[in-house]
């Protein structure tokens, strides 16, 4: 008879009892840098390439390496001085890989259309004849 004065309060649902939950940590996976530092092994990559928006000729790379490739690039004379840096090294041994790929590039060239290029031949009395 009084219900309808006062409104009865509903039940919350009990919680059951549930360990606490503790965040995981992530095991944080190792990169591929640190795996061929732990193996001893050398390592080099290319982190990123930029190339100049105004003129596509220049650019810049962003190289990462480890101890143990300076040191094998040190044992193939990369360093011409002692007071080199790391740095120093690196972009000595980037710039003469670059220079291998462009000549490679252009020896495939020559040998792929020999005509692309002047040839000439000696047609005798000091005269050549070129085509």
Avoid at 1 to 23: A, D, S, Y
Wanted: charged share 35%; proline share 6%; net charge negative.
């Amino acid at each position: 008879m009084f219900e309808k004065f006062f409104k009865r309060k509903k039940e919350k649902p009990q919680k059951t009892q549930t360990e606490p939950t503790v965040p995981k940590e992530k095991a944080q996976e190792k990169t591929e840098k640190e795996l061929a530092t732990e193996r001893g092994e050398p390592y080099v990559a290319i982190l990123s390439m930029d190339i100049d928006p105004t003129n596509i000729h220049q650019g810049s790379f962003d190289l990462d390496w480890n101890d143990k490739f300076i040191a094998n690039l040190i044992r193939a004379g990369y360093q011409m001085d002692p007071k080199d840096t790391d740095s120093d090294i690196i972009d000595r041994w980037f710039q003469n890989v670059c220079r291998h790929v462009v000549m490679e590039t252009w020896e495939q060239e020559q040998a792929m259309n020999p005509l692309r290029y002047p040839q000439s031949r000696d047609i005798g009395n000091g005269r050549r004849e070129v085509s």
